[in-house]
């Protein structure tokens, strides 16, 4: 995903190493090469002019221009910044202490929403744990067909979610209480209503879901092919409904990388896995050092 990205600063890193010496002069050049591939590579742009702003004054130090190796060091700052844009430390899944832990997923209709509640309960299987996928679309009981089928086809139990219960959210939540009581799941995965816009209606209808649930986990679920558009509704989900963490979907594609080097600044919240495949495997818990080190 980051290819062109990953290309364009070693460009920049070369014409730094070709320099006899960093100066004042050639590190504006070279942070002016960044910015235009950071913001080719689609970043938002608040996000690429603080970032400059830290490279800049850390590379402003004494022991940098005058160090042995600047450009090296030079290097090290970007990697490093790179990383902290990312997310820094890797973030794990949060689960309750007083089971069944509700992961609650929200996203756009189409973000790859409803394939990664099959992969993250998966992936939570894979560490010993009992999965229970569930569908809370308010107004579609029957948008659950998908997650029944992702359900079966990984021999996970889907809690059926009928018109009835959803006419009563409160009801269908004391059900799914009654129903989980001493099963020993944990955790829930919740799949939620999309749509193709972020529109009031479904904001309305996903606070009310997740003040019924109280889910440990608001996972925002974003198409990285979207690029900023995922952005944009990360924050509209934030600020109307709240959340706790994101995962970014379709990394396989050719994606520029921006939404990834956006949405933790943008959001405040960390990505804590990657779909990088159509394939129930195809998660990967997210390592803002390593990605750094993809692109640098
Ligand atoms: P939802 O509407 O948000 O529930 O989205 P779906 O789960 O139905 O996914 C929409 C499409 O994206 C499907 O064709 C998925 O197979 C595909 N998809 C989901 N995650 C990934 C991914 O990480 N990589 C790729 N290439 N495709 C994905």
Known sequence: MFEQLSGRLEKMMK??????????????????????ALLEADVNYKVVKDFEARIR?????????????????????????????????????????RPPSIFMLVGLQGSGKT??????????????????LVSFDLKRPAAQEQLKTIASSLGFPCYEMTSARMASPEKALKELQAHTANRGFDPLIVDTAGRLHVDDELMDELRLVRTILEPVE??????????????????AFEAKIGLTAVILTKLDGDARGGAALSIVSVTGRPIKFVGVGEKPDKLEVFHPERMASRIL
């Not at 608001?218 to 924050?235: C, E, K, L």
Request: a positive charge; glycine letters at 10%; charged letters at 25%.
């Open 57 to 97: 004054e850390k590379a402003r130090g004494e022991e940098v221009l005058r160090g042995l190796n600047p450009a090296q060091q030079v290097i090290k700052i970007v990697h490093d910044e790179l990383a902290a844009i990312l997310g820094g430390a890797q973030k794990p899944l949060q689960f309750s202490s």
């Open 15 to 36: 014409f730094l190493r070709g320099e006899v010496a960093v100066t004042e002069k050639n590190m504006a050049e070279a942070l002016k090469m960044m910015r235009l």
């Open 115 to 132: 394939t990664t509640c099959g992969k993250l309960a998966r992936w939570v299987a894979g560490i010993g744990k009992n999965p229970l």
């Open 218 to 235: 608001v996972i925002y679920v974003g198409d990285a092919m979207t690029g900023q558009d995922a952005v944009r509704s990360a924050q």
